[in-house]
């Protein structure tokens, strides 16, 4: 046998008869009739063999299953029923792995708190309520703005205007959450520092309308008018107007920065949403848009450019219309649609979760919560009894806050905080001993 290849059969090299290890000689045997008497003699001649057990074996076994508290009947190893499962010191729940899947969150159906908002004005293209980075927020009733500071619950009064110049039309916080810009009813558009109460300066001559939508983006105000223009002003220096886009047919509704600040939304009264590109921006002349959508079938105002997915924008449509629309904005394709059954007036991303929040007017005046991108409906809040205008969100992200033609600012707790690794340990919900 060659050595070099193992796990080879063995060549018999013996010269004598083929023998078995067990059986010494296989021709003496008779396997026939040893087969039957194993198999079939028995049965046939019924034979029933009585065990012979001597009189020693008898009293072990007695004494055995006395030790062991048995019957002499009783065997040890029989089919039983089973037995009854061993107490478990330790729960099952904490030896075992948390899910994968979380926890379906509880959200409240009811506001947190109920602010009266007497003479808030009743008009879908205003924008009069903002909540900024210093968790100030600030709302426009009719000639006056008023602050409400989140962290002590104080409300003060910014400024009034008088019938010359009101009503305010829009209003929105810089990114330093001090200045803050207010467009009124006769085209000025005021800077304001919300410490100092101060008035900074006056932005006038760009519009003919008024201006009902505002956006910041770092030192330049967007603003859109009732005109249809959209212009961008860089507030630091004496000749305001840097770049103009021109592209609605009638007044602009809302104005939104994407979170790169390099794409502009825009969306108008005259059904149509607008995409603009700051690389294509021109200063001689009037820059082109870089899309233009034109499925809403009514006036377009909420706009919500998505925090987590680059290029991902919603926009609401007006009454007769009632649809949410989700847009690739890099190449402008229509990503989704969703009738919400009522007027879709403001839209806001959680900043922390996969979900949408809007809200409507007629005829059901609530929010809706939705999962993305399902767009399955997860909670509907009720409460405002007309139409729920405009609506802003906390510096966390947790708070909204919405205002509704109803005369009350209400504040919801509808989106949850950032996660935290104690929420992913197996023994978060459990107290420590020391």
Known sequence: MDSRYPFQQRRNTSSQDNLDRFIPNRSAMDFGYAHYMLTEGRKENNISVPEVISPSTQAYRKRLAEACNLSERTRILAFKNKPPSRLQL??????SPPPLSKPKPSI?????RTLDAPDMLDHFSLNLLDWGTTNVLAIALQDTVYLWN???SSVSELVTFNEEHGPVASLNWAPDGRHLAIALNNSHVQIWDSIANKKLRTLKGGHRATVGSLAWNNHILTTGGM???ILNNDVRVRSPIVETYRGHSQEVCGLKWSPSRQQLASGGNDNVVHIWDRSMASSNSPTRWLHKFEEHGAAVKALAWCPYQANLLASGGGDGDHCIKMWNTHTGARLKSIDTGSQVCS????KNERELLSSHGFPQNQLILWKYPSMAKMAELNGHTSRVLYM????DGCTVASAAADETLRFWSVFKGPATDKDNEPFANFNLIR
């Open 227 to 229: 005109d249809g223009k």
């Open 150 to 152: 989140d962290s002590n």
């Open 90 to 95: 330790i729960p099952k729940q904490i030896l």
């Open 347 to 350: 839209l806001l991303w959680n």
């Open 392 to 395: 802003t969100q906390s510096p």
């Open 108 to 112: 409240p159906k009811t506001c947190l």
